[in-house]
């Protein structure tokens, strides 16, 4: 090559003749790919050979013969095959599996010419996959602020930078030949030089987008090698600075594919709905590729759209010559149009979230003779996006549409990033059954597959540009020495998703300032693609606007609180709605009273569910839905991303986080945020979302009227079955099935409900459920599966305690008072005013004393969030101190009372335990607090009991935890869970396990014939267990921390406060007002009796409190 014969002393001007000899082979190369305009055929072209500078430091060059990024479609050798769309039936050969390879800490220790040969003796690694999570280097969890030094772009480290060597062989089949052969690489993080039987096919940056090379020229008959070096950072990891596990590796899928020399290169398609939202016009726009070496003026392109049952939408397939796509002349004026091939649908069914109706579109080339040569196809859905002129609301085809998002990172805690198919099914599973209908992929985009799902199952997405500059801001996106590394990332991503209907919008990336290259990135995303909205939530300030405020300004305020970051309502004008993070529940009026800006208003990430987290949505979405503008947002985010380790001192595997690898730069356990656990488990959390974004909402009024309103954007309720529900103490005596409701999207209706309902009994309490429930099975669930479900209480009840008769013999020692009847034995400790001891049938049942407890274990949002250990200080301070105890003998029972000190003279506790003869204790807690103190964490009390009773049985708020300001989606029923489901285990460990409004809790043997039950008095409690002692999980910073103390930890609480999470780092990390507790009077009592015999002991112990 020229630049390989000229020698320059000075290595920058060798560097740049380098790279100005491969830009010219490179152009020379891209006019060789088509057939000219006058017909001529074209020749195959040459690849580039090698290359003496480094791409990797050079941010104008982010590939070396890279093929242009096109829509996803593989090619099949008929309509038929192409109609059904198995890939495995394509011209495709994967290339996943085994691979030899080796690693090296730098580009200096690497073997730098192993491609020349077949290596032997290396390791095996299996491909996809990330080499961290196989045991090569460590993984680095990051936020932001890069995880290496220098930071110093384009440059990267070169005494720590692990690169990858690998090869395998493969042979093409014969019947391959004289086609064009392509090798496809999924992503590789982050950039990769690739070689084929030793000779340079090219170079590729961006960790998450696919690179396709043209090995033809290079393949031979029999066995082939190929080779590829992937470096860890490369410059274009300047761009990748994202909130995630920073890995390695081929991390997607690899295969070759064959398409015939004269082929379908790619194809976009649009619709556009007329204004009626009725009928549609079908729009495509094909690529062709000729290296045939011969004229096509006899082919033909043929077009046909299949419905869901695979009937031909057009009488003829749609047909044009080649040559006219080939010879298609483009104005000087204005644009080509852009339907080469154009066709008005008559109302076809809409592709929505809530109906993913969809077609198939087989594009084809016919040779002279009428033969299929290739055929390729792809997925069609008939909507339209746009904003409402009137309130600004979101309107897919025309209907008002709310964005109930969520965050979504590719993990897995064994592969790390690298996710299989499984894995996203099952994400996406679960987003669809919890009711969320949007995804952003955040942030970077996502394999093929996750679109293919989301087309399916009715999932929209903001496809997000892999694009991050945090550690430095807007530095680069105002350097034009990036702008190219810029818009590759965004027309490269938009060229490979363009045809998805799930797609309906585009983001520019994620947190990386904002600046020209921005600006050049939404320019050419707005003309390629007219159909969908751009979104960057950086793009805040515009300084051509009045009312700008210069960040330099004194008046600009110096804050990290994005809830008050909303300085600059007035956003750039290349977005197409106003962006915001992690708003506080006033932060949307806020923002709607600004009259400076009209756009839409989404929240793109808010709810931060760091821990135990994701109060108040209720509240968040009250204000969404009652003010304009504002379209939903995107919760902050689906999956913890803990990393399966083994720690060998306690010999449990845990979920690491960030630093537990021996990282110099991490960030903790910031990354264990999620809705779901690492491995995908639902925590209590989601189950709020699944409520607040429910399709079907209910309100049960005054004679028995229920009120049931369609909340759907599109569907009727004709599709769902609702089934009443009455629970009498917990139980469900009758079930209802009622007609389906013909209720149309946005309508209510009435249900008199009288004639369902039972005769009710004095003493019991009774409660209906409204549950809608699939009529079909769904890809993502089976018919049955309720998707909407209220709950309203139909008559209260009151305790009645049924207390038998019988002798108390109370003696009293230095340390006691003793209590004994027929079968039991109770201590009230004298020093401490607690019950200390209660022996049944010869058992002890209490391992720790009954004390007064004002604090709970460090929530995130406590303790890195508003640090309620600090504002708080004086309750997480307090120690009740005894000052006076008595007993009194009555009667009917024994009554010993504790008053203690809580807080010198500004807060006491009595505590009254009243000793029935069949061995219940009522205990009575009256608080006394001034309200000049600050706000309570929680009012309750804290005992041990045996460990054996493991089994926690309660009727009250389920099944997972609930909280104050978390439990509209947590119903009230009866359920069972043994302690280790019953408990939530965080990454961190934390607060965890509680349970709002229960009336009764029993921690017993898994058969229920002994254990220990709590019943409430007149006031419902809010209850937990944990196998660990309070002291251990506050101190913990891994679970396999955590010590078994020989007894389960009980909270037994009027009341605790909410868990908040707006966000996890500031003030507005706190629960709402009406979810925090004000410091004051309080009184709650509740029932101790411990329970054994038959297998029903439990229920016969519950008869005597009327349950």
Wanted: proline share 5%; charged share 25%.
């Amino acid at each position: 090559m020229l630049a390989s014969k000229t020698k320059y002393k000075n290595p920058f001007f060798r560097f740049r003749f380098s790279a100005y000899a491969f830009y010219i082979l490179l152009f020379t190369s891209y006019a060789t790919q088509a057939q000219s305009v006058t017909g001529e055929p074209a020749g195959v072209p040459e690849l580039h050979k090698k290359y003496e500078f480094a791409p990797w430091e050079d941010p104008t060059v982010t590939s070396i013969n890279r093929q242009p990024s096109r829509a996803t479609a593989y090619s099949y050798t008929s309509v038929e095959d192409a109609l059904k769309g198995d890939r495995t039936k394509s011209r495709i050969q994967m290339l996943n599996g085994d691979w030899n390879f080796k690693y090296a800490v730098n580009l200096k220790e690497a073997n730098k010419d192993f491609y020349k040969n077949t290596v032997s003796g290396w390791d095996k690694i299996e491909v996809p996959s990330n080499w961290e999570m196989k045991g090569y280097d460590n993984p680095i969890y990051k936020s932001a602020v890069y995880p290496f030094r220098p930071i110093n772009p384009p440059y990267i480290p070169k005494d720590y930078n692990g690169v990858g060597s690998y090869q395998r062989s493969f042979t093409v089949p014969e019947n391959w030949k004289d086609m064009t052969v392509t090798l496809h690489f999924g992503a590789v993080s982050s950039g990769f030089e690739v070689w084929l039987n030793g000779e340079f096919l090219g170079y590729g940056e961006d960790s998450f987008l696919p690179s396709e090379f043209d090995i033809t020229p290079y393949l031979k008959a029999g066995e082939n090698v190929v080779s590829v070096r992937v470096i860890r950072w490369a410059d274009g990891s300047y761009l990748e600075d994202q909130d995630h596990w920073r890995m390695s590796g081929i991390q997607r899928e690899v295969f070759i594919m064959a398409e015939p020399k004269l082929r379908i290169q790619d194809f976009f398609v649009q619709t556009k709905l007329d204004k009626k939202y009725e009928d549609a016009i079908f729009k495509l726009r094909p690529k062709v590729e000729n290296l045939t070496g011969e004229k096509v003026k006899d082919y033909t392109i043929n077009v046909q759209l299949y419905d869901a049952n695979n009937t031909a939408m057009f009488k003829e397939p749609l047909q044009r010559p080649v040559i006219d796509l080939i010879n298609e002349s483009y104005p000087r004026l204005d644009n080509v149009r852009f339907g080469f091939f154009q066709e008005t649908i008559k109302n076809p069914k809409k592709w929505s979230s809530e109906e993913p109706n969809l077609y198939t579109m087989v594009i084809s080339i016919k040779d002279k003779n009428g033969n299929i040569t290739e055929a390729k196809s792809c997925k069609v859905g008939f909507r339209s996006i746009e904003f409402s002129k009137e309130n600004g609301k979101m309107l897919i085809n025309g209907k008002e549409t709310y964005v109930y998002g969520v965050n979504r990172h590719d993990h897995n805690p064994v592969r790390g990033k690298a996710v299989t198919r499984e894995d996203i099914k099952q994400d996406i599973t679960t987003i669809k059954k919890f009711n969320f209908n949007f995804i952003r992929t955040s942030h970077y985009p996502n394999d093929p597959y996750f679109y293919e799902l989301c087309d399916q199952y009715g999932i929209m997405v903001m496809d997000e540009a892999n694009q991050e500059t945090h550690g430095i801001g807007g530095k680069l996106s105002n350097d034009p020495k990036w702008t190219n590394a810029y818009l590759e990332r965004m027309t490269r991503m938009v060229e490979r998703d363009k045809n998805h209907p799930s797609v309906v919008m585009w983001s520019l990336g994620n947190e990386g300032g904002k600046g020209p290259n921005h600006a050049a990135m939404s320019g050419w995303v707005h003309d390629f693609d007219i159909t969908r909205p751009v979104h960057y939530e950086p793009a805040q300030g515009n300084a051509k606007l009045d009312g700008y405020i210069d960040p330099l300004d004194p008046g600009y305020p110096k804050t990290i609180d994005h809830a008050y970051r909303f300085e600059n309502p007035q956003d750039d004008s290349y977005v197409d709605m106003v962006s915001r993070f992690y708003p506080g529940v006033f932060t949307p009026k806020f923002l709607v009273d600004q009259k400076k800006d009209t756009r839409p208003i989404i929240f793109v990430e808010y709810s931060h569910a760091m821990g135990n987290s994701v109060g108040n949505l209720k509240e968040l979405w009250d204000e969404f839905r009652s003010l304009p503008r504002v379209i939903g947002g995107c919760i902050w985010e689906f999956k913890d991303q803990g990393l399966v380790k083994f720690d060998s001192r306690s010999d449990q595997n845990y979920f690491a986080h960030g630093g537990d690898f021996g990282e110099k730069y991490h960030d903790g356990n910031f990354n264990t945020k999620g809705i779901v656990d690492s491995n995908g488990k639902p925590k209590g959390s989601i189950f709020e979302n699944k409520w607040v974004y429910q399709p079907a909402t209910s309100t049960l009024k005054d004679g028995n009227q229920l009120e049931i309103k369609n909340r759907s954007a599109v569907k009727s309720l004709a599709g769902y079955i609702p089934v009443l529900k009455v629970l009498e103490n917990g139980n469900i005596i009758k079930t209802q099935i009622l007609k389906p409701f013909n209720l149309e999207a946005g309508q209510s209706t009435t249900l008199n409900i009288s004639q369902y309902l039972p005769k009710m009994k004095s003493d019991a309490e009774y409660l209906l459920n409204i549950e809608f429930q699939l009529s079909k099975d769904e890809l993502w669930a089976s018919k049955g599966y309720a998707v909407a479900e209220d709950q309203f209480v139909l008559k209260k009840k009151e305790v009645v305690l049924e207390s038998k008769k019988g002798n108390l013999n109370v003696s009293e020692s230095d340390s006691d008072f003793n209590i004994k009847g027929k079968s039991f034995d109770i201590k009230i400790n004298k020093a401490n005013g607690a019950l200390s001891s209660y022996v049944f049938n010869g058992e002890e049942q209490v391992f720790a004393p009954l004390l007064p407890n004002f604090v709970r274990p460090l929530t995130d949002n406590d303790k890195r969030g508003w640090k309620s250990q600090k504002l708080l200080k004086q309750w997480y301070k307090a120690k009740p101190k005894l000052t006076n105890i008595k007993i009194d003998r009555l009667a009917s029972e024994i009554k010993i009372t504790s008053d203690y000190e809580i807080i010198n003279d500004s807060a006491s506790v009595n505590v009254v335990y009243n000793i029935k003869p069949d061995g219940t204790i009522k205990v009575d807690y009256s608080l006394k607090a001034s309200n000049k103190l600050p706000n309570i964490p929680k009012i309750g009390m804290q005992m041990g009991v045996q460990r054996k009773f493991d089994q926690i049985s309660w009727y009250g708020r389920g099944e997972l935890e609930n909280y104050n300001d978390r439990s509209f989606g947590s119903f009230v029923g009866k359920y069972s869970l043994p302690i280790n489901d019953f408990i939530e285990h965080y990454p961190k460990p934390q607060e965890n396990g509680n349970r709002c409004d229960v009336r009764w809790m029993a921690l017993s043997s898994p058969q229920k014939s002994n254990g220990f039950l709590v019943v409430n008095d007149t006031k419902l409690l809010s209850m937990s267990a944990w196998p660990y002692t309070q002291e251990n999980l506050s101190a913990a910073t891994h679970t396999y921390e955590l010590k078994d103390p020989g007894f389960l930890t009980v909270n037994i609480d009027l009341i605790q406060m909410g868990v908040g999470g707006n966000d996890s780092w500031t003030l507005v990390a706190q629960p709402l007002e009406q979810y925090q507790i004000k410091s004051g009077d309080y009184q709650y009592s509740f029932y101790l009796t411990p329970f054994s015999g038959s297998k029903n002991e439990l229920e016969s112990s519950l008869k005597k409190f009327k349950y």
